[in-house]
């Protein structure tokens, strides 16, 4: 997508130049800039949407992630992740459209509320979580808990478990930056290196 920005600000920088000294082509100039950056805006669609979007993180886990593992989000609560993880996720400090399924549910063990219940869950065994980007830097300093993937609207972290049990290494902690941001979740056999995966959402890397 960059590259093809790039020769479309070109043509249509040489097409406005021209249009400067030919006035009656600047209309004509300045659609042929337009469409010359349409194939730049289409690339750059999948790229955005995965800074974006959480689906393309579970693919990225082994498939199906084991039973054993939790799955939790905190203050937030995508849909996606319980469509593309297939099982049913613990909700923390958020219920909004659930309340209703709250209310007939018998047991709360998946409404639960507050930071200590999070540090509970990743004291009795494999555990992965969703958080909001604003969520990190509280979460970090528990020390228990370290990042799996990450884009623009999402931090998923995992405690030592669950990286042991679903072959999976942590970004370091420092890793989460701001601004643009995609780490994807790395493999046991390739753990790559701080800062692998920091992707720019115009790059076709």
Same mark, same amino acid.
């Given at each position: 997508p960059l590259h093809a920005a790039l020769w479309g600000l070109g043509?249509?920088?040489?097409?406005?130049? =021209?249009?400067?000294?030919?006035?009656? =082509?600047?209309?004509?100039?300045?659609?042929?800039?337009? /469409?010359?950056?349409?194939?730049?805006?289409?690339?750059? /669609?999948?790229?955005?949407a995965n800074h974006r979007k959480i689906g393309g993180f579970i693919k990225a886990m082994p498939n199906p992630l084991p039973s054993e593992i939790k799955i939790a989000e905190w203050s937030n609560y995508d849909?996606?992740?319980?469509f593309y993880t297939n099982r049913r996720i613990i909700l923390v400090d958020e219920i909004?459209?659930?309340?209703?399924?709250?209310?007939?549910e018998k047991s709360s063990e998946f409404f639960l509320k507050g930071a200590k219940s999070l540090q509970k869950?990743?004291?009795?065994?494999?555990?992965l979580v969703n958080l909001r980007p604003q969520?990190?830097?509280? /979460?970090?300093k528990w020390g228990i808990l370290h990042p799996v993937a990450v884009n623009t609207t999402n931090i998923m972290v995992g405690n030592d478990e669950?990286?042991?049990?679903?072959?999976?290494?942590?970004?370091?902690?420092d890793s989460i930056?701001?601004?643009?941001?995609?780490?994807?979740?790395?493999k046991s056999e390739t753990?790559?290196?701080?800062?692998?995966?920091?992707?720019?959402?115009?790059s076709t890397k």
């Open positions: 043509i249509g920088s040489a097409l406005l130049i =021209f249009a400067a000294f030919k006035r009656r =082509f600047m209309p004509l100039a300045t659609g042929l800039v337009l /469409v010359a950056l349409l194939p730049a805006a289409i690339l750059s /669609v999948p790229a955005v849909q996606s992740l319980s909004s459209e659930l309340a209703f399924g709250k209310s007939l869950l990743a004291g009795e065994g494999p555990f969520a990190w830097p509280r /979460v970090s669950f990286f042991r049990v679903a072959g999976l290494v942590p970004w370091p902690d930056t701001k601004g643009p941001l995609l780490l994807m979740p790395r753990p790559g290196k701080p800062g692998e995966g920091n992707i720019d959402p115009l």
